[in-house]
Structures are given as structure tokens and as C-alpha cells.
């Protein structure tokens, strides 16, 4: 996600710039829909509007984590060691620290608490702050990574015994927990001995990391990028309609098909990837679209550490008299939340100091 990323390449490749800015608008998108608390009917029109709104948009986090594995494992890396952990890590350690202090102390200032209780905001870190401890983590291992992906069978192996047990096996059981069938005590046991045989767990942000460098790397042909995107248009229509189903027989709402770990979320991301990649082969900007898209690219970060302060500042209130009416509120208090934040970023990035350790 951070612009220290991008600069491992000599050449830009605008399809992860575009990825970047789109991912982070739906980002804002998705903390801004009142999904999580605005009660309605899980079968009207209101409740499919923001399904729709999680739906297109959990593709996001997903993608920041190939990106980073684009970026990381290229074939063009030549970041060694130390400067991986004397910039990249070291930028979002400061990142983390500087942000989940600001948080923290506006946190106890506003409700009155001491310092153990910062200290404990600091460690924890905002709620959205969870996505830098897995890049971190992520970063960490990359030279690992890095001699796993020098072999592409290796490679390949990887993403192929994952796909069999995390994506396959682990999914098709968690699938079946939810149907009406008999056996239930049978059914625990599998997925328990799954669970116990399966090292792929927790490790989706990894699986998704080794995916964006092998798909950067090996996704040329025609028919290859088609069969990608067609695979992640059949992903999101899957996530969407077991989601919905899930949700009707929950009388809830239900994200058990929508995280990241779902093969619906998994191909639908795989088919964004490919989709912006085929999009932008041989495709060069000039001009001010070059310097709008480079711009908006290197604040992705800064949207990401900044928009929910925004968001718990104005708290918008979202009157639902009709799905499109709800709609146009959750699109327009997005933009506004969206444009205060890309403005909150860019000004931070005038300051040499700043934009080099806080964004």
C-alpha cells in the first residue's frame, strides 16, 4: 500500500496505481455503509443495496496484499535486506506508532482516561490499524518468500496445494455446516482433522501476497486474462448469492462468504487483479493524467490512516425512504469522507519529514 512499494520498479505499473486508488475509495466506501448497524429486513431493498455495497467491494483488502506481492517479488526486485527493514519496515513501524499514539491520546482526551489506558490504545492501534500488522508480517517474511518464488513450480505448488486446502477442502466443509444435513457430530469431526492437517491457516494474506507477484508475472495471453476475468465475475456472483441465501436464513446480516478467506472473494480479487492488468498492457498516461494518477496513488496511504478519524467526526445519518435514497447517501457521504481525507494526506505530503515516516 505504500508508495515506498512502487518505487522497487524503475517502471511504473499503472495498473496497480489504478487498483491502489479504486481499492482505497471502496474502502472508505464500505466503513462508511451503515451495514453493520442500520437495522432492516434482510430481504428489502435497503438491506440488498448495502449487500451489494460489501459485496463489490470486499475485493479490497485482498487486493492491497497482491499488490504488496507484485511489488515485492518482482522480477525486478533488488531491495536487499536491509533496506527492506530500514525503509520499508521501518516506514510502517513509525506509521503505526505515530497514528495509533494520535488516536490514543485524542481517545483518552475525549473520554477522560490515563495513561495505561493510552498505553493500551497504542499497542491495540485504531480499529482499521489491524491491516498494518499483517503487512508487517508480510514484509518480514518476504525474503523467505522471495527464494520460494525464484522457482516457478515451487511457486506454483504453493498456490496449488493452498487453493486444494484452504479454498477447497476447508470452504467446501464450512459450506456444508450450514446445510440441513444429518451427521452433524460426523461433520464437526472433519472439519476438525481439516483444521489440524491444513497449514495454510491464517495464512490467507500470504496466499494472496505470493498470487499477486505469480499473476503479475505470468498473466499474458489473451485467453488467459479472459478465463481470469470471467473466473472473478463467477466469484462475485457466488459471494453475493450465498451471502444473500446465508443472510435469509440467518434473518441477519452474514459475512461468512464474503471475507477473505471465501473462494468467492478469492477468484472475484484474482479477476480484479488480471482485469486492470489487462486494462493498462501498453498503456503509458501522459501529462497531467500521469501526475493525477501518481498523486492520487501515493496518498492511498494517508487516506487509509486518516479517513476514520473523518468518518467518527462527522458520523453521517443515513435515512433509508428508499433503497435509492440510501444509496445516494452512502455514495455521498463517502465522497465527502473520501475528499477530506485525500486532502488531510496531500497536505501531510508537503512535509518532507512527514511524508517520508507518517504516510
Same mark, same amino acid.
Given at each position: /500500500? ?29 466503513? *462508511?455503509?451503515?451495514? +453493520? ?31 504488496? +506481492? ?10 536487499? *535486506? ?6 520499508? !519496515?521501518?516506514?510502517?513501524? #513509525? ?12 481517545? =483518552? ?14 499497542? %491495540? ?6 491491516? /498494518?500488522? *499483517? ?35 476447508? %470452504? ?9 444435513? +444429518? ?13 489440524? !492437517?491444513?497449514?495454510? %491457516? ?37 459471494? #453475493?448469492?450465498? #451471502? ?7 434473518? #441477519? ?26 486494462? =493498462? ?50 455514495? +455521498? ?10 486532502? *488531510? ?12 515516516? !507518517?504516510?
Amino acid at each position: /500500500m505504500t508508495q515506498s512499494e512502487q518505487n522497487l520498479h524503475s517502471g511504473r505499473q499503472w495498473h496497480l496505481d489504478l487498483l491502489r486508488i479504486l481499492a482505497i475509495f471502496t474502502i472508505v466506501l464500505i466503513h *462508511v455503509s451503515p451495514q +453493520g448497524y442500520l437495522k432492516v429486513n434482510v430481504r428489502s431493498g435497503e438491506w440488498t443495496v448495502m449487500n451489494l455495497i460489501t459485496c463489490l467491494s470486499c475485493w479490497n483488502v485482498p487486493v492491497f496484499y497482491m499488490i504488496s +506481492g507484485a511489488l515485492f517479488l518482482g522480477k525486478k526486485r533488488n531491495q536487499p *535486506v536491509r533496506e527492506l527493514y530500514g525503509k520499508s !519496515i521501518l516506514r510502517i513501524v #513509525t506509521c503505526f506508532l505515530f497514528w495509533s499514539a494520535f488516536y490514543g491520546a485524542y481517545y =483518552c482526551f475525549m473520554t477522560g482516561k490515563g495513561k495505561w489506558t493510552f498505553l493500551n490504545q497504542l499497542l %491495540r492501534g485504531h480499529y482499521h490499524m489491524w491491516f /498494518m500488522f *499483517v503487512i508487517l508480517g508480510l514484509y518480514w517474511v518476504t525474503p523467505l518468500i522471495r527464494q520460494m518464488t525464484a522457482s516457478r513450480k515451487a511457486t506454483e505448488y504453493f498456490l496449488i496445494a493452498g487453493l486444494v486446502l484452504t479454498y477447497g477442502t476447508t %470452504r467446501l466443509l464450512f459450506l456444508l455446516q450450514h446445510l440441513p444435513i +444429518g451427521h452433524a457430530d460426523v461433520l464437526a469431526s472433519l472439519v476438525s482433522l481439516n483444521a489440524q !492437517i491444513n497449514p495454510y %491457516r491464517a495464512l490467507n494474506a500470504l496466499y494472496y501476497f505470493v498470487l499477486g507477484y505469480y499473476l503479475n508475472e505470468t498473466v499474458s495471453t489473451r485467453g488467459q486474462k479472459t478465463g481470469c476475468i470471467l473466473l472473478g465475475a463467477a466469484g462475485f456472483l457466488l459471494l #453475493t448469492a450465498l #451471502t444473500a441465501w446465508d443472510s435469509a436464513r440467518q434473518g #441477519t446480516t452474514s459475512s461468512d462468504f464474503n471475507s477473505d478467506a471465501s473462494i468467492g472473494t478469492l477468484l472475484y480479487t484474482l479477476g480484479m487483479f488480471v482485469l486492470f492488468k489487462s486494462l =493498462c498492457t501498453g498503456w503509458q498516461p501522459s501529462g497531467k493524467i500521469r501526475s493525477v494518477i501518481t498523486a492520487l496513488s501515493s496518498w492511498t496511504f494517508g487516506i487509509y490512516l486518516c479517513h476514520p478519524f473523518i468518518l467518527e467526526r462527522l458520523q453521517p445519518n443515513f435515512n433509508p425512504t428508499s433503497p435509492a435514497a440510501l444509496l445516494a447517501q452512502i455514495l +455521498g457521504a463517502t465522497v465527502l469522507v473520501y475528499v477530506l481525507a485525500l486532502g *488531510v494526506s496531500a497536505l501531510i505530503h508537503r512535509i518532507p519529514i512527514a511524508k517520508k515516516y !507518517i504516510v
